[in-house]
């Protein structure tokens, strides 16, 4: 039989999760004649290769010399795989038992689902917030900026976020996140592959943009379930999370709103950290947490500098 699922993991610098994770997706996926699965290791300086050779030998193992960013490494895997599903999968993640069945058997039963996406669990057993709508103006202020660090029950981050609505329950969404996104492998034919101006962040939600566009539903499917210790990689490197970040959502905006918005949309951000900045420097000046201060101070200086430009940051 011809394999029917693709499992694409982009991993950079996480040999211990990456480990875990494909552990889990073997243990929990299809069998090793109905799925393939490629890593693609974004030049990371520690043991990733090492490992998954020694561990997992019947992975194919994309190796780069530079970190090409996530969506340029999964397009790359994209153009190797040919099976007719795709599993789009964080190094970060655990694949929890009947997951990917399930989400199999929904998009085999529907055959306008482009995209399925579970229900996420952080490490504690948490539901982890993964279905979106998409991001108006105010949303994108509201929403992991500083205005949410100090007002993190903000109406427009909330609904961005669909807290209006229950999460045990099927429903069609706008779009989902991008720790695992199982997606069929015609939609990619029809709309192209990630857009690789998106370093990282927000690539998915563009990707989703363009699927539903193309007359494609996307669906949560609280019924699979799979752990997401967030964001391990990003937060080796917290100014380059914050610019990659808040870069890549005013390019969407830029995108798919126009000039103005996107450029409202930096400025205000880039005030935010402004005050931010000054704010830090104020309590470092206090002689409060001064360690603490002074990694701030050069994380939201790094922001600001960089005007939130979309190359800025890479590495």
């Not at 890593?39 to 090409?68: E, G, K, M, W, Y």
């Not at 007719?84 to 039963?109: H, K």
């Not at 202020?141 to 999460?167: I, K, V």
């Not at 029809?190 to 990282?200: I, K, N």
């Amino acid at each position: 039989m011809q394999p029917e699922l693709c499992v694409i993991i982009v991993s950079w610098n996480v040999s211990g999760l990456l480990g875990d994770c494909l552990q889990s997706v073997f243990a929990n996926g299809l069998p090793d004649n109905l799925m393939r699965v490629v890593v693609v290791d974004n030049a990371s300086s520690d043991d990733t290769v090492a490992v998954v050779r020694a561990r997992f030998p019947q992975v194919q193992l994309i190796c780069n010399d530079t970190n090409r960013g996530f969506t340029r490494a999964n397009n790359q895997a994209l153009a190797v795989c040919s099976e007719p599903f795709v599993l789009l999968l964080n190094p970060d993640t655990i694949v929890q038992p009947g997951a990917v069945q399930t989400m199999l058997q929904y998009m085999r039963a529907h055959n306008k689902v482009g995209v399925v996406g579970p229900r996420l669990l952080y490490g504690d057993g948490q539901s982890q917030p993964s279905r979106r709508r998409y991001p108006t103006l105010a949303m994108a202020l509201a929403e992991s900026t500083p205005w949410e660090w100090h007002f993190p029950h903000n109406g427009s981050a909330l609904r961005y976020r669909l807290a209006d609505q229950p999460d045990n329950v099927t429903q069609q969404v706008d779009w989902v996140t991008g720790a695992c996104m199982l997606i069929r492998r015609q939609v990619f034919a029809q709309v192209g592959l990630f857009d690789e101006r998106f370093f990282m962040y927000s690539e998915e939600l563009d990707l989703c943009r363009r699927i539903t566009k193309a007359g494609w539903d996307v669906v949560y499917l609280p019924e699979a379930v799979v752990t997401h210790l967030e964001g391990q990689s990003s937060a080796q490197i917290v100014a380059a999370r914050h610019i990659r970040f808040n870069a890549s959502k005013v390019y969407y905006f830029r995108k798919h709103h126009g000039w103005l918005q996107a450029n409202v949309l930096r400025m205000v951000i880039l005030a935010m950290f402004i005050c931010e900045y000054i704010l830090e420097g104020i309590k470092w000046l206090l002689g409060h947490k001064r360690e603490l201060r002074r990694a701030r101070i050069s994380a939201y200086g790094q922001v600001i500098r960089s005007g939130l430009r979309l190359n800025a940051g890479s590495n």
